[in-house]
């Protein structure tokens, strides 16, 4: 990837007052050095910092008002005076304490990273390769240490964006997380053996996951997420428009860097966007492993990017633009694993759409369709042959659900069914062996935080 050049810079004059009024502002009015913290595009401000307001003598809070004074944090421009300077300090302590309200942590059975929340009943837009795929189980650690059980909707790999629906509360939030807490019940998902015991069944997996191919007794997990009454209203960070976006604009990041640290709390940088396109966008805001899926909002408190990926110089912290999830947002909350072809697990006879065999344990085998039946259709599509086949499949992804049309004998039957991507499919035709395996022979061009 080939970034602008980074032309956000200070001229002389300015960079003197900034080095003045830091120097007046954090060593002559600070309570007490343990509780200060150093202001610049990469600080941190921990959990346990105490930062008391900038106030006048009759207690009202800042040295001027924020209205009408910090308008350059939106257009790029840096502060001018002592005064902004300290307006800017109130400003980003009361968009930190909101930003990190709506932050949380994922822990997943093969790592940790973060997410954030963005509705009151509980969807987290994350990193598509801090979840992995849909329908699998993750458990979320709040700011006070409160858990709750989420099962993973839909990804999108190739632009790393993630999306989670947290579907019950844990009520004991001192305990230890526990495989249970993480893949209750009737998860982990189609795929999560990936991750798990070799010796686990991917058709056991395949069987155990609720009405994902044809009729079956058990509510859609997704969709009983969804329908869930008793969550509680969760606190929760606005979805901003990234496309408006200017290069040199003040955003702040919130993660958890190295991964959970409760004594520490979520870390806080505060930087300015370097340069964007379409699917990615670059800040100054240094991030580490742990912060990948973590908010990066504006001076409003909107989210406008998600936390993606690291390179080998500081400055290269990547993120991805909101819109990108608002763009696929039905895709994901529907669970779909977008930017992939959705697989049946079927064959048919030469060029007709006769059913030669099937996958068992695959996604025709678990709708119910046999050897010898004949497609009619799938969705809206009339199949009549191979290649009216593979165009009714065409743009379905994996984990789609559809309704798909055979005739058996002198019976039309009516089914559903729900695709699979083809790792699974691979997996569950038993020649999954990579425990943990990526693409291998070829040089990472970043790190994932």
């Keep these: 990837m080939s970034h602008q050049k980074n032309t956000i810079s200070l001229s ?11 120097g007046l502002l954090f060593c002559s009015c600070m309570p007490s050095s343990a509780d200060a913290y150093q202001l610049s595009p990469t600080s941190a401000l921990h959990e346990e910092d105490r930062i008391d307001p900038w106030n006048e003598a009759d207690g009202k809070e800042g040295a001027v008002s924020e209205s009408g004074n910090l308008g350059f944090l939106e257009t790029g421009g840096l ?3 002592v005064d902004q300077l300290r307006a800017m300090q109130v400003r980003f302590k009361s968009l930190a304490e909101q930003v990190k309200n709506a932050t949380v942590s994922i822990t997943m059975r093969t790592g940790q990273g973060t997410g954030v929340l963005v509705s009151s009943d509980g969807i987290i837009l994350t990193a598509a390769h801090v979840i992995g795929g849909p ?16 099962v993973t909707l839909g990804v999108e790999a190739g632009k790393d964006s993630g999306m989670l629906k947290i579907i019950e509360m844990l009520e004991d939030k001192t305990k230890s997380a526990t495989e249970e807490d993480i893949a209750p019940g009737e998860l982990p998902a189609p795929g999560e053996s990936i991750e798990t015991d070799a010796d686990e069944s991917p058709d056991q997996e395949l069987s155990d996951q609720d009405s994902r191919s044809g009729a079956s007794e058990k509510e859609d997990i997704i969709e009983r997420a969804f329908a869930s009454e008793s969550l509680p209203f969760f606190d929760y960070l606005d979805v901003g428009v990234s496309e408006g976006l200017k290069d040199g604009q ?5 993660g958890h860097p190295g991964g959970l640290d409760e004594k520490r709390g979520m870390v806080v940088r505060v930087g300015r966007i370097i340069n964007q396109n379409a699917t990615s966008l670059r800040t100054d805001c240094t991030l580490v492993g742990g912060d990948s899926g973590g908010p990066l909002v504006d001076m409003e408190g909107n989210v406008v990017a998600i936390h993606s990926r690291i390179g080998s110089r500081i400055q290269d912290n990547i993120h991805v633009p909101v819109d990108v999830f608002s ?3 039905d895709k994901l909350s529907s669970g779909f694993k977008i930017g ?14 006769i059913v030669s065999d099937i996958q068992k344990g695959g996604p025709a085998d678990k709708a119910g369709i046999q050897v010898g039946d004949i497609l009619s259709g799938i969705g809206s599509k009339n199949v009549n042959n191979k290649r009216s086949l593979a165009l009714a499949l065409r743009g379905r992804f994996p984990f789609e659900k559809l309704p798909i049309r055979v005739i058996r004998g002198s019976q039309k039957v009516d089914l559903n069914v729900m695709l699979v991507d083809a790792e699974l499919l691979e997996l569950i035709k038993g020649k999954g062996k990579g425990k943990g395996k990526g693409p291998s022979g070829k040089k990472r061009m970043w790190r994932a935080p």
């Design 135 to 150: 329908r699998r189980g993750a458990l979320i650690t709040f700011r006070d240490g409160q858990r709750a059980r989420a």
């Design 12 to 22: 002389s004059t300015t960079a003197q007052l900034l080095i003045v009024s830091f």
């Design 327 to 329: 763009d696929t947002w």
């Design 79 to 81: 502060p001018q005076s």
């Design 340 to 353: 992939e072809q959705g697989l049946l697990g079927l064959t048919v006879s030469s060029d007709s759409n």
């Design 250 to 254: 003040w955003v702040m990041a919130v």
